[in-house]
């Protein structure tokens, strides 16, 4: 696995990001210097997938920290940093877990500024190892499948991205992926192009084009095709928060295919790191909320034109109203297992403990 980081802090101390929102098409990068830089960043998409998302808010801390001191700032300025913070995504638990830890850390500070430094830095590394974790642990299930093709080419279907891009370096659902190449496996993925932002076009179909794994790009309406015709090895998603009883929010369009897979009788794996756990909640359908985004999102498409510039382009009737809810809730009942850090579990609460037995309710 390269270096390559999807954040990282300059020698000045401030904080550097990709701009994803014009992946694949150019290779950006937007340097946050306040804390209202990290919140435009994860609300307007430059940065997205949840442990990225997290990673971002605790720098946008650490930078309001850093201007606390710097400028002067009253006491109500930091409240209101995490104020904001906390209000850019609603669905993403890593965003309030990552804000959480960043406000606990400083509470019994005598140095804010280096304290703020240094928590988000571990935020930023765990999840690297949290997530090549992942990839050991999903490993063997891709090896279980090669064995019984007889080391014919597993098919593995995603959508949305919770590659390297989402987090900060191996990815959860790429993670095993990776993994599985570096051993010698033979992989390929369906990458679901993922409306409205295409982030599987976009952003999934890229990394792995830089990691050489033989991908095919579909429209997100092919996977049951696929899934009828004996074209689908494996299905891996990740996810935004997971409750309780193991069911699952992630990009809309998910349970759609988590349905195809079970009626297919083909196995539907939901890779997670433990901070995506919302152990406080068990019904997904009621009480994980939903983020609704802005209708152009859905109104509007942007590409690469022919001239080599980026243009965005309206693909309906002007005055048409557009729905766009940024995710939907799969059912543990649908979930063959969740891949985690830890292992391998059933998605369902004693699963969940089984792994996380800190989460054991008293």
Not at 169 to 177: A, D, F, V
Not at 229 to 241: L, Y
Request: include cysteine.
């Amino acid at each position: 696995m390269s270096t390559f980081r999807t954040i990282w802090t300059t020698e000045d101390r401030y904080v550097e990001v990709i701009d994803q929102r014009v992946l694949p098409h150019e290779l950006i990068n937007v340097k946050l210097m306040n804390y209202r830089d990290a919140d435009l960043a994860i609300r307007n998409m430059t940065v997205r997938g949840a442990p990225l998302i997290g990673a971002t808010a605790a720098y946008g801390i650490y930078l309001a920290v850093r201007e606390l001191i710097e400028e002067q700032r009253d006491g109500a300025f930091l409240d209101e940093a995490f104020d904001v913070l906390r209000a850019s995504r609603p669905t993403a638990i890593n965003l309030f877990w990552a804000l959480d830890r960043m406000q606990n850390a400083l509470e019994d500070a005598d140095d804010f500024l280096q304290t703020a430094w240094e928590e988000a830095g571990r935020i930023v590394e765990e999840d690297i190892e949290t997530c090549r974790m992942i990839g050991v642990h999903g490993l063997p299930i891709i090896e279980a499948l090669s064995n019984a093709k007889k080391g014919d080419t597993v098919n593995i279907l995603t959508h949305c991205n919770a590659g390297m891009l989402g987090c900060i370096q191996w990815g959860t659902i790429t993670s095993p992926i990776y993994q599985a190449k570096e051993k010698g496996i033979k992989v390929h993925v369906w990458v679901d192009e993922t409306r409205p932002r295409n982030q599987g076009s976009n952003l999934t179909a890229y990394e792995l084009t830089k990691h050489g794994i033989d991908h095919t790009l579909i429209v997100d309406n092919t996977g049951g095709h696929l899934m009828q015709h004996g074209m689908v090895d494996m299905v891996i998603v990740g996810t935004d928060r997971t409750t309780r009883n193991g069911d699952v929010a992630n990009k809309i369009g998910t349970y759609l295919k988590a349905l195809a897979a079970k009626d297919n009788e083909i196995p539907f794996y939901v890779a997670l790191p433990s901070t995506t756990l919302d152990m406080s909640i068990r019904d997904g359908l009621t009480e994980i909320p939903i983020e609704e985004r802005d209708q152009n999102e859905v109104k509007y498409i942007q590409g690469k034109r022919s001239d080599g510039k980026i243009d965005t382009v309206l693909i309906c009737p002007e005055t048409t109203n557009a729905a766009n809810y940024g995710f939907d809730v799969t059912p543990a009942r649908l979930v063959t297992a969740l891949i985690t850090e830890r292992g391998v579990c059933p998605a369902n609460e004693a699963g969940i403990i089984s792994l996380f037995p800190e989460y054991t309710e008293s």
